[in-house]
């Protein structure tokens, strides 16, 4: 009874919130004004009911955690596929084989969404270290992903210089910007870290637009040629293709890298400094070399995936390294599940392609993924596929 | 006797226009345990930080004796170097890494005894992969001289009290030290777990020759077990000696019971 009173109040308040918009509608050209009561009724009803359905929800997730303090770390059934290798290998390989298979079943369109999507893995992957790993929250991620693409986009308009060579230059460069930028800005901590790699992102952006005889301003730069093969020219349907293996060439070294890194001394110590910064200095971790290694590595994927960017666009300005494209970027190593390789894959994927195929409701988009968003951070604050702690179960066998 | 591995003169600390420190001599000699006892608020955690890099000291000098058996100058380090040199310290408020296991909070000690940087992570070559090894086995080594190994791939956040106060003096040995300050490793524990604690004590000083420093409250521990006591009141050493003496001055009576207004 007390839940369909307080359900009642849910629906009574969303009735009146939604009031203004939902029921009235003011003609301005023939200056009347239309009561459309039956929207009321809706939003009363949907309202009543969700908001049963929310409270149920809440209530499942209340039990899931209390479970959780009991002590047992509750490992979830993907988390266990994705952990034992018996399951996990022939659904690798599947996915593996399927992405291989995938250019030549579907249309270059599809294809370049794909490797967009791809970018995007490596973005996730890349500020995985420095936000996941690490926990530095970088709101300026985009700033090195801009400093790739400029790099090979001007690079290659004054001296010509080839994809390949500039691959690892444009790597390179993004990580000397990254510890350019770590040197002064590390000391901080949490939020204020946040706002000045923030305020750095918006130089990074500002700088493009508006120092034209360097960047061209807004305009951009255009006709950067695509990845050459062998000093084959290539047709745009086989450079998408070719592009697209190469992403995935790129995509399996950065999951290979970051793995490695993660499993490894300096990842441990990134972890540590993520929980306790004061007993990791006392624990003798250099906190600056640590931090600047986590910054510069994250930068460098940052570097990589803006050259391809470049390459794949041909085209390219300051609109794309706005804030927003931080903010997504960010939102996928959240949503996927901090420092877990899997889930920033999936969140990447969920992230990229769902928008491009629900282009039907292109209006309710931007409505969808907010709300996604928050049920998302209610329900599963750790991440759609939190990471698994690492377990050194073969000491134990030993002895 | 042996050069002292710990050597502190007139050392002072201002927070403003607050003397902390005020002029504090200290010197800790090989597989001695020394107690710094005193009132709240008497500056002994203050003179931690100082010794461990947190705070750099106002005025004086702090020396150590590096593994080379150099004796050197401490002042201003980072707390990592003055951990490089072979002081490594627990915390008064237990400052683990909650959310990682308590192996990998052990490992995280060997940090200085290892070296493999981006490149050994990344291509994983033969003496990472060694260094690895043997930075698992020596922590786990550890823990079971420190009774811990039953939890081993437990977060440590789900740790009972008594066992986080151990695993951070784990953390703390695996950079091998050669002298381990505690900072107050009693607290909060029960009479049993204190007596536990101070075979515990006495076993690494013998096992693994090395000085011990620690801050207390529980008088019992501190008499049973050390060798020289300092006491400190107000910033400044009010007294040094055995604890035999100690339990006897008058000062020391005085700063904790208060001024006998009739006598």
Same mark, same amino acid.
């Given at each position: ?28 050209? =023939? ?205 745009? =349907? ?162 | ?5 710990? $050597? ?175 900072? $107050? ?73 208060? $001024?006998?207004?009739?006598?």
């Amino acid at each position: 009874m007390r839940k369909i009173i307080k359900s009642l109040q849910v629906s009574f308040w969303f009735m009146f919130l939604t009031f203004p918009i939902m029921v009235i509608r003011v003609d301005t050209i =023939e200056k009347t004004v239309q009561w459309r009561w039956l929207n009321l009724l809706y939003v009363g009803l949907a309202s009543f009911f969700l908001s049963f359905i929310w409270r149920f929800l809440i209530k499942k997730k209340e039990e899931g955690s209390k479970k959780e303090e009991s002590g047992e770390q509750t490992i979830t059934i993907v988390q266990k596929i994705i952990s034992t290798p018996k399951y996990n290998r022939p659904i690798y390989s599947f996915i593996f084989l399927f992405m291989l298979a995938f250019p030549w079943i579907v249309s270059t369109y599809q294809t370049n969404i794909m490797i967009s999507a791809l970018i995007y893995v490596m973005l996730g992957l890349g500020l995985n270290i420095v936000v996941g790993i690490a926990g530095l929250l970088d709101l300026g991620y985009v700033a090195f992903y801009a400093v790739g693409a400029y790099a090979y986009a001007l690079l290659n308009y004054h001296y010509h210089l080839g994809f390949w060579t500039v691959l690892p230059i444009g790597g390179l460069l993004a990580a000397i910007f990254g510890i350019l930028l770590g040197i002064p800005v590390l000391r901080l901590r949490g939020d204020y870290l946040a706002i000045v790699t923030l305020g750095f992102g918006e130089i990074i952006r500002l700088i493009l637009e508006n120092w034209n005889e360097f960047s061209f301003g807004p305009s951009g730069i255009a006709n950067i040629p695509r990845p050459g093969f062998f000093g084959m020219k290539l047709g745009v =349907e086989e450079a998408t293709i070719y592009i697209y293996y190469l992403m995935i060439l790129m995509t399996i070294i950065t999951i290979f890298v970051v793995n490695r890194l993660q499993n490894s001394r300096l990842g441990r110590a990134w972890l540590a400094l993520r929980e306790d910064e004061v007993a990791c200095e006392a624990m003798g971790i250099d906190r600056m070399k640590t931090k600047l290694a986590a910054f510069a590595l994250g930068a460098t994927w940052a570097g990589f995936a803006g050259v391809i960017f470049a390459a794949k666009t041909t085209f390219i300005n300051p609109a794309s390294f706005t804030f927003l494209e931080s903010a997504i970027i960010l939102s996928i190593v959240v949503l996927g599940g901090m420092g877990s390789i899997v889930g920033v894959i999936l969140a990447a994927f969920l992230m990229i392609l769902l928008p491009e195929y629900l282009r039907a409701f292109s209006e309710y988009r931007m409505l969808l993924f907010g709300a996604a968003m928050v049920l998302v951070m209610v329900f599963r604050p750790q991440g759609l596929i939190p990471s698994v702690r690492r377990k050194y179960v073969y000491e134990l066998k030993e002895r | 006797m042996a050069e002292a591995i710990l $050597e502190v003169r007139e050392l002072c600390k201002d927070f403003g226009g607050l003397r902390a420190l005020d002029h504090v001599d200290l010197e800790i000699y090989p597989e001695q345990i020394v107690a710094l006892i005193g009132p709240n608020g008497a500056g002994k955690t203050t003179f931690f930080n100082c010794v461990t890099g947190i705070y750099e000291p106002t005025e004086g000098d702090i020396f150590v004796l590096d593994r080379k058996g150099k004796k050197r100058r401490i002042n201003g380090y980072k707390p990592n170097k003055v951990t490089e040199l072979g002081l490594a310290r627990t915390f008064q408020n237990i400052r683990l890494f909650p959310n990682m296991t308590v192996l990998e909070n052990v490992m995280i000690g060997r940090h200085t005894r290892t070296k493999s940087w981006i490149f050994g992570a990344l291509f994983r070559d033969r003496r990472t992969k060694e260094e690895e090894k043997e930075t698992i086995e020596v922590s786990y080594e550890i823990l079971k001289k420190m009774r811990l190994e039953k939890f081993v791939n437990e977060l440590a956040s789900n740790l009972p009290y008594g066992a986080q106060r151990r695993l951070e003096i784990a953390r703390a040995l695996a950079s091998e030290p050669s002298l381990l300050l505690l900072d $107050e490793p009693a607290a909060g524990m029960n009479p049993q777990e204190t007596k536990e604690l101070e075979g515990l004590i006495e076993q690494i000083r013998d096992q693994e020759k090395i000085a011990i420093l620690l801050i207390e409250h529980d008088m019992k521990l501190v008499m049973n077990i050390s060798d020289v006591v300092y006491v400190m009141e107000y910033g400044r050493l009010l007294a040094k000696g055995t604890p035999q003496e100690i339990k006897e001055d008058e000062r020391v009576i005085k700063a904790y019971l208060g $001024e006998d207004h009739d006598a």
